[in-house]
């Protein structure tokens, strides 16, 4: 019998950037699809890529905004290996709203001090209890939030340096089917696990400012080690009171136990470049790679079965591409436009109902109004278009026995609108 448990802290993947991280942190920055996020600057969001930005922004700013993440994710011709068929399963990924607040305030003309508030994981995936791939989860659920303090250090009159602190709580919820062989025949029940935990990393940059109008950045975020713990329950016969319980096979708490995991998010590295043309024009590039190849596997360690579940995952590294455009239609209006080339982080043979991840692109546009010196509003809109993906999971990767084989097809799409508003005092 196993459990994907912790497998919930991936389902987002479906929402956006490769993997799980949730890379809408900046409705400025999304109108550009992300392109220069490390070296824009404009306000104090680009912070969430690069801290060393704060540099560059005078006095107290307040910045404050959200992102509404709408996916759509549909399977179909799913089969399992014991020949059980799910047909059109309609969207399985459910929309949600991503929160994100930054605060700065400069001490002196050297440093300069800044908070922020970010969701970087955060979305729900379900399936029907009874669908063909149900031993690989139904339900997925995970909150994240990060807090973040940050300092930057003007060294010189090009030369900026940032750091920061990234405070990382994880809440998860996974529900999925167990199959349990006994004497009285194969015997399925529903196992539900929730766990949560609170890690530390860290997160650097650097700003250099050839000229007033060039410059570029540079971004790294640490990876951060959790260790989850929490407790799984099974809601019939393997559970407390369940049948099996009863006939003593499981003892009196059935498979209800406490479990641990492990989970390391991984390190990221984002280079970016922003050039005003003139006046009126600007243009900016981004690279980033995140290293998801320090996800090897999952493993679920219960108090009562040191080897509860264990997934192999095997992911591999990503890359990011992006250029975007800038236009100042007036004084107070500017036009964004951007378009990004997100890499998948899982391959065919690793591929899971909770991860159907895929190459993407993305297409942005975003609205900048300054109402006076102190106040300005954005708005960003992207649409993602992700290649169709297939799971192909052939059941002879460890752990994978009573889970079995699936196959099964999916199409994904994402519409994202993000808004903001940026106060100066």
Not at 15 to 21: L, M, W
Not at 353 to 364: G, K, T, V
Not at 372 to 380: D, K, M, P, R
Request: proline residues 3%.
């Amino acid at each position: 019998m196993t459990l994907t448990a912790l497998g919930v802290v991936l389902a987002c993947s479906n929402a956006n950037a490769s993997g799980f991280f949730l890379k809408e942190q900046s409705a400025s920055a999304q109108g550009n699809a992300f392109a220069g996020a490390t070296a824009g600057a404009e306000d104090i969001s680009y912070s969430f890529y690069n801290p060393a930005v704060l540099a560059k922004h005078k006095g107290t700013n307040v910045y404050a905004g959200g992102t509404w993440i709408s996916p759509r994710s549909t399977a179909k011709n799913a089969i399992n290996e014991f020949g059980e068929t799910s047909g059109y399963v309609d969207n399985i990924v459910h929309a949600a709203m991503s929160p994100h607040f930054y605060l700065s305030h400069q001490f002196n003309d050297k440093v300069t001090g800044g908070i922020s508030l970010n969701v970087p994981y955060g979305m729900i995936t379900k399936y029907d209890s009874n669908w063909a791939g149900r031993m690989h989860g139904t339900l997925s659920k995970v909150t994240a939030a990060t807090v973040t303090p940050m300092v930057a250090y003007r060294a010189s009159d090009k030369l900026s340096l940032g750091a920061g602190m990234q405070i990382q709580y994880i809440k998860a919820i996974l529900r999925n089917g167990v199959r349990q062989a006994t004497p009285l025949g194969a015997i399925e029940d529903n196992a539900n696990l929730n766990g949560d935990t609170l890690d530390v990393g860290y997160q650097l940059g650097a700003l250099y400012e050839f000229t007033p109008a060039t410059r570029i950045g540079v971004g790294y975020r640490s990876q951060i080690r959790h260790k989850l713990k929490g407790e799984v329950n099974f809601d019939g016969a393997m559970g407390a009171g369940g049948l099996l319980s009863q006939l003593g096979a499981l003892g009196p708490s059935g498979l209800d136990q406490d479990i641990s995991a492990r989970l390391t998010t991984p390190a990221s590295f984002s280079i970016g470049a922003y050039h005003d043309l003139n006046d009126r024009w600007a243009v900016m590039a981004e690279y980033s790679r995140v290293f998801w190849s320090s996800f090897k596997n999952l493993n679920i360690v219960g108090a009562n079965k040191p080897n509860l579940s264990f997934t192999e995952e095997n992911w591999k590294d990503t890359d990011f591409y992006a250029l975007g455009t800038s236009y100042k239609l007036d004084d107070q209006w500017k036009l964004r436009l951007g378009v990004a080339l997100d890499k998948s982080a899982v391959g065919d043979e690793y591929r899971t109902p909770r991860i159907p991840d895929a190459n993407r692109i993305w297409y942005s546009a975003g609205l900048q109004y300054q109402y006076n010196e102190q106040l300005t509003f954005n708005v960003g809109y992207t649409y993602i278009h992700a290649d169709k993906s297939k799971v192909n999971l052939r059941g002879d990767h460890i752990g994978d026995a009573s889970r079995g084989a699936l196959k099964a097809d999916y199409s994904n799409r994402v519409n994202i609108f993000a808004f903001s508003l940026n106060y100066s005092f």
